[in-house]
DNA sequence: ACAAAAGTGTTTACAGTACACCCATGC
DNA sequence: GCATGGGTGTACTGTAAACACTTTTGT
């Protein structure tokens, strides 16, 4: 097996996250210093990307570079975009990075951007030889590339998904308050919901499991926690969100 | 500018119409004859798809590519997913058909799929080299490549999609009829759905508009005719389709 | 005792569902 | 005059929306 890289193909990771107040999503830092000093010329950031091994699928790629760059694993992924703009990586910056880094700044580049979805709290992220770190959506560093245009594209992938299946609770931990999801949903999609209305309509989905266990170690009155039952969801109606926001 | 084109990235397009009874998809023949006999060895069909241009983004190629087999223009496209699996131009007749057409059989090449909606009834497809034609979406022929597997997840972006905006009118001619619009939704969800209730639904869309004309030649009552406004949708509250079904 | 977030119920209005018959036209 | 699809109304049930106070805990 072959393990060349493929110049032309590229993926990029979205990597969502939720820590009850915000949603944040993992940069990778670059930082280009010059070969003779030390002193960085920039620092701005990417997401998580690299190119394709010739003998990897897109989605293979993804989880294999989201590994390298952050040990992360077995979290929820989706294909959402491609893109191949023929300027795409031709700012400057880019353009000296990518000779900086030994690529040819002159190939076309596709990338193709997946969102991840993933419980903040249960992950850690085991820096390699790169920063990685959280980032609030709506207070983002400069970005490399076209990164920005990604993100976009993956914040509204992410309110469509929301709507219509149950990747919130990929967001969450395994044991959540109905606060919790209902400060999610209002995060995500800018509005504020009434408390007795969302409590209401969600106490009516059947995989949303009440626990024998409530909050502790908060200073007002601990909130009942719930699971989310996957198999309660398969076999029941499939009532979703549509209607919630 | 160069007219050179990408060997590594292609995209294909898969058009769907409605002549009010099916959904259908537009097909390219392709026929592989030996070199010394006219005898064809195979016939099977491709999606609307060829090589990118190196100047070119994505969307742009995507049209130009489906003028140039097919003269239709300005029609309704979204990108939907992008395919890459190393095997996938692997199948033996693939690897004759690139062979012959003068492709590097051995190139990775990825492929990003736009779907594409029109009025089957407006559209003229002016023939060009290749024989292209409409086929039932569930009464499909041989595909080549991967293009079973692109075909299905484009009928699911239009399941989806369909829910969640209103590109259902841009499979149907400026004037119709509501049965027409309620047979849409049947045909593209396999379900029933009540008369009286499913007009109930939509006459209150204000974007919805009654005409002042009816259908003629038809061997029973008249069918009132309506048109989508664009322009009442963007102005009013956007209700949409998420209950149909 | 106070701060902080959890938790709870009722009313009203609108939307969903189920269901069967008459109407206008072409042939 | 008949075949074909167009067009209509009502009763019942369920969900959406608006709205304010009490409870439990930590400090």
Sequence with gaps: MSFRINPNISVDCVVFGFDFRQLKVLLVERIFQSDYSLK??????????????????LEEAARRILKDLTGIENIYLEQFIALAHPERLKKERDQIWLQHIGH????????????????INAMEIRAGS???????????????????????????CLKTRMRV?????????????LSQLQTLFEVIYGTNLDKRNFRKKMIRMKYLIPLNEKQSNVSHKPAQ???FSREVYEITNRDLFENII
């Design 130 to 156: 790169r920063k990685v770190s959280w980032f609030p959506v709506n207070k983002l560093p400069a970005l490399a590339f076209d990164h920005h245009d990604m993100l976009n594209h993956a914040v509204e």
């Design 225 to 227: 926690l719930y699971m």
């Design 165 to 177: 299946s149950t990747i919130a609770y990929t967001l969450l931990p395994k044991k959540f308050s």
């Design 104 to 119: 040819n700044p002159h190939n076309r580049v596709i990338t193709v951007g997946y969102f991840g979805l993933l419980d």
């Design 40 to 57: 960085p010329i920039f620092t701005d950031h990417t997401l998580i990307g690299n190119h394709i091994y010739e003998h990897e699928d």
